[in-house]
């Protein structure tokens, strides 16, 4: 191969690579973080209020507080490919206190656009599919979003919420992602490392 075309190539890699990279639009947090509120007491997150101050909408927390040992997350936005793991999501308090209790389901859900009623960019609210959570808080999971993103999808959030098989419970989220960063394609580390997301 001459030098002409060897530079020619290169300059196509190059091309395709930046394109790749600059339609990349991966959201990554490097820590989870469990809700730390009194029992009883709800700490919504996500809250829509209408103009007169009334909330129209919110995802409750769960009703003890949770902690977490560790755990990660990253969501492609483009593709809604996505990856998360947490170990020890626990309960402290209560008869259960440092496992999971009854909670043995969760699912990971991302928010756009939290607290907007906007037109053109509303919040919304996109789960995974339910993911089995041990009895010491030990859950992971690899795949896709159901639905689509949105666009734009501004402020991303990631919860963990309690798994649609727990009635009036159901939705609550235990858990947040800590320390959102542009990443790397979720899709180039399928299927993820055990709490190896980062």
């Known amino acids: 191969m001459d030098i002409e075309m060897k530079k020619a190539v290169g300059m196509m890699v190059a091309l ?6 600059a339609s990349a639009e991966v959201v990554r947090w490097s820590d989870i973080a469990g809700v730390i509120t009194a ?9 829509i209020s209408d103009d007169t101050g009334n909330v129209v909408s919110s995802i ?13 997350a990253r969501v492609d936005l483009n593709s809604g490919a996505v990856s998360f793991g947490v170990t020890g999501l626990v309960l402290i308090g209560g008869n ?3 496992t999971a209790g009854p909670i043995n389901q969760v699912t990971g859900t991302l928010v756009c656009n939290a607290g907007s009623s906007a037109t053109d960019s509303p919040q919304a609210v996109l789960d995974t599919p339910p993911v089995e959570l041990g009895a010491f808080g030990d859950a992971q999971f690899s795949g896709q979003l159901v639905g689509q993103v949105p666009s734009p999808c ?3 959030q ?4 309690i798994g649609p098989a727990f009635g009036d419970f159901a939705g609550r989220w235990l858990a947040t992602g800590v320390e959102p960063r542009p990443g790397q394609s979720v899709i180039d580390n399928l299927p993820a490392r055990r709490l190896g997301i980062r």
């Not at 029992?39 to 809250?47: C, F, K, L, S, T």
């Not at 990631?158 to 919420?161: D, G, N, T």
Request: aromatic share 8%; glycine share 10%.
């Open 154 to 156: 501004k402020a991303p």
């Open 60 to 72: 409750h927390s769960g009703t003890l507080p949770w902690s977490v040992r560790q755990g990660n």
């Open 158 to 161: 990631f919860l963990i919420r």
């Open 39 to 47: 029992p009883g007491v709800d700490n919504p997150v996500a809250v």
């Open 16 to 21: 395709l690579a930046s394109s790749t990279f």
């Open 96 to 98: 259960a206190t440092g």
